[in-house]
């Protein structure tokens, strides 16, 4: 009976039907240099979003208040994969810090996009605030 309960508690804490997916870290696609290979990214809670150094000289980490209130830190290291697991509602903006001046930046869309109002207002560097713009029309409004 025990091992039903605890079972039954676990399957709860990790849905078996969490997705895991992948975007890389490149020098260039589609004509664009540093860039992830997606912009925009739409997942559940619980899922989890590998961000591979499919090339070296990057990373992925969280841009300044530019995640839900209560999410887990992310800061990966330059030249490192780095997996997250996305557990809070919201609008996230993933940097890559060395290339952040040049809009190598993704938004990741998890459920309710509850801190829509705190992505809009924050202050970002002009090319990163064009791309966040012109992805949050992806999300839901
Ligand atoms: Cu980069």
């Known amino acids: 009976m025990r091992i039903v309960i605890i079972a039954a508690l676990?399957?709860?804490?990790?849905?078996?039907?969490?997705?895991?997916?992948t975007i890389e870290m490149l020098n260039s696609k589609d004509g664009e240099n540093q860039v992830f290979s997606e912009k925009f990214t739409k997942v559940a809670k619980g899922d989890t979003v590998?961000?591979?150094?499919?090339k070296p000289g990057h990373n992925a980490e969280f841009v300044p208040g530019g995640f839900p209130q209560g999410a887990q830190e992310l800061r990966g290291q330059v030249g490192r994969d780095v997996a997250y697991r996305f557990d809070v509602p919201g609008i996230y903006?993933?940097?890559c810090a060395p290339h952040y001046g040049l809009g190598m930046v993704v938004v990741v869309e998890v459920e309710t996009p509850s801190n829509l109002d705190q992505i809009k207002q924050l202050s970002l560097p002009g090319k990163v605030r064009a791309v966040v713009d012109e992805q949050?029309?992806?999300?839901?409004m």
Do not use: G, N, Y
């Open 10 to 21: 676990l399957s709860l804490a990790a849905p078996a039907t969490a997705a895991e997916s």
């Open 50 to 54: 590998t961000f591979k150094a499919s």
């Open 93 to 95: 903006l993933i940097r």
């Open 136 to 140: 949050l029309k992806k999300a839901v």
